[in-house]
């Protein structure tokens, strides 16, 4: 089966139980949002996904290959992650930053061929940054830095691009630049994309499916407007919450009761 699939992983730190049986599967040209309240799981599942934190049981395929069966090495040649927050030097390059990510594809003490610097320059002109190459990273805004660290992502040439929180910290115009950028690479690039996000109304917005996690499982997997409902999002943030139709663009949107007015 083409694309990332997840079958009964269950993962956790030492004895504590954080992802429990999760199951899913993220199409080729597809983005899938992982949504859920703080501490459902949605990171650890990212990092278990990444091979960072051994699973306990179940199984990882892409495009039918066991990711699990895979080197370190091996598996940052078809899979690629972008972090909550990346921490680089100030006084490194956006070319440098980028070419980061060819690193899989050295050898022991390698240097970058012209075909590796060939990627990573498409890699940032497909994240428009090119005309940024020289500039040194500490000197970008977070919006300039977050396209310069999935550039480095894009190099690796990835089949399935894992994302945690990519718009945390940024403000709206740049928080829908990235998501758009994102939405844009997983069709162009026939990529598998996974992220996490907080936000239910650009996950309703911007990705094609949604899993909604909850206490470490996944209770819900579908269409925004299969998952995004009152009583699915009411029970699993434990808050009162409406969902409408977006007027804009017909997409669930996703309000807060909240208290009632005062006079």
């Known amino acids: 089966m083409d694309g990332l699939l997840v079958e009964n992983l269950s993962t956790g730190y030492r004895k504590h139980p954080v992802v429990t049986n999760v199951d899913m599967h993220v199409n ?23 091979g960072i934190l051994p699973s306990v049981t179940g199984q990882v395929h892409l495009d039918g290959v066991n990711l699990q069966g895979l080197t370190s090495l091996q598996r940052a040649r078809r899979v690629a992650v ?14 440098q930053v980028v070419l980061l990510g060819r690193t899989p594809y050295l050898t022991l003490w390698g240097k970058e061929s012209p075909s590796d610097c060939r990627i990573a320059k498409e890699a940032m002109k497909n994240t428009g940054i090119d005309s940024l190459a020289d500039r040194l990273i500490g000197d970008l805004s977070g919006g300039e830095q977050q396209r310069a660290v999935i550039a480095r ?16 910290h940024l403000d709206l115009k740049h928080q829908n630049s990235i998501l758009t950028l994102v939405r ?13 996000m907080h936000d239910l109304n650009q996950a309703a917005a911007y990705a094609h499916h949604v899993a909604l996690m ?9 269409t925004p407007d299969e998952v995004f409902t009152t009583q699915k ?8 919450v409406n969902v409408i139709e977006n ?17």
């Not at 972008?82 to 070319?95: C, E, G, K, M, Y």
């Not at 992502?153 to 929180?165: C, G, N």
């Not at 663009?249 to 006079?263: D, E, F, Y």
Request: without cysteine.
């Open 28 to 50: 080729r040209g597809n983005i899938v949002a992982l949504v859920g309240p703080n501490g459902a799981g949605k990171t650890t599942l990212i990092r278990a996904l990444t």
């Open 82 to 95: 972008v972090p909550q927050q990346a921490f680089l030097p100030d006084s490194i390059t956006v070319t």
């Open 153 to 168: 992502a894009l190099a690796q040439e990835p089949d399935a691009l894992l994302l945690d929180e990519p718009t945390a």
């Open 184 to 196: 844009n690479l997983a069709v162009e690039k026939n990529m598998a994309v996974l992220l996490t």
């Open 214 to 222: 909850v206490n470490g499982k996944i209770e819900a997997l579908g």
């Open 233 to 240: 999002l009411s029970q699993a943030y434990g808050t009162p």
């Open 247 to 263: 007027p804009n663009n017909g997409a669930p949107l996703v309000t807060n009761i909240g208290l009632p007015k005062s006079n």
